[in-house]
Structure formats: C-alpha cells, structure tokens
Nanobody
C-alpha cells in the first residue's frame, strides 16, 4: 500500500503563496487517484482538489482560480500550488490516495480515499 508524506506548509500573510508537496512510496504512484484535503479546528475535513491517473483535475469552489493541483509520476510526488491565500485557508492540509474512485461526485469526498498522509499545517495571517 502507498505511504504519503506531506511537506511545504508554513505561515504566510494574506495574498501570499505556498507550494505543498506529497511524496508517495511503497506502491506505483501512477495507479492512484490523488487528492488534497484540509481540516480547520472544529470543522469537518473538506476536499480542496483532486487529480485522476491521467491528469484530469477537479477543484472545490473555494480553490478554483487560486490553487493548482499537479502530479509528477516520475518523481512519485503530488503538488498543490496555492496562490492568493486567505486567512480562511488556514488549516491542516492532507494528501490522500485511492486506487478506485467514482470521479463524478466523489473526487472531493474524504470517504472515497483509502490512504492518508499525516498532514502539514498552513497558517495565513491577515
């Protein structure tokens, strides 16, 4: 099974940018659907962006136009480029993987993903 390790979180001011990375190991990365999720204190985990095995992407409304998900199968790495960050983006960010996924309707559903990293904190100050 795949193991996932996130990195790249930190503290930035509103309007700034961060690039999160998720390194995969233990399995063939290109076989997995991948997603980025976040969870703020007291709130449910929510999907931010997802990418299928061919590179097709999907975004939450809150991420559209500001965040870009990508994957490098040669490096077994998933990325999330976050621009124009807002204080409401403050959360723990997780990457997740799924072998099988019903893309339509479930690509941003945490319950659809089987494997999770430990998370990386993103804090955006105003």
């Amino acid at each position: 099974q795949v193991q996932l390790v996130e990195s790249g979180g930190g503290s930035v001011q509103a309007g700034g940018s961060l690039r999160l990375s998720c390194a995969a190991s233990g399995a063939t990365f290109s076989n997995y659907y991948m997603g980025w999720f976040r969870q703020a204190p007291g709130k449910a985990r929510e999907g931010v962006a997802a990418i299928d095995r061919t590179g097709v992407t999907g975004y939450a409304d809150s991420a559209k136009g500001r965040f870009t998900i990508s994957r490098d199968n040669a490096k077994d790495t998933l990325y999330l480029q976050m621009n124009s960050l807002r204080p409401e983006d403050t959360a723990m960010y997780y990457c997740a993987a799924a072998v099988r996924l019903t893309w339509a309707g479930y690509r941003l559903s945490p319950a659809a993903y089987n494997y999770w990293g430990q998370g990386t904190q993103v804090t955006v100050s105003s």
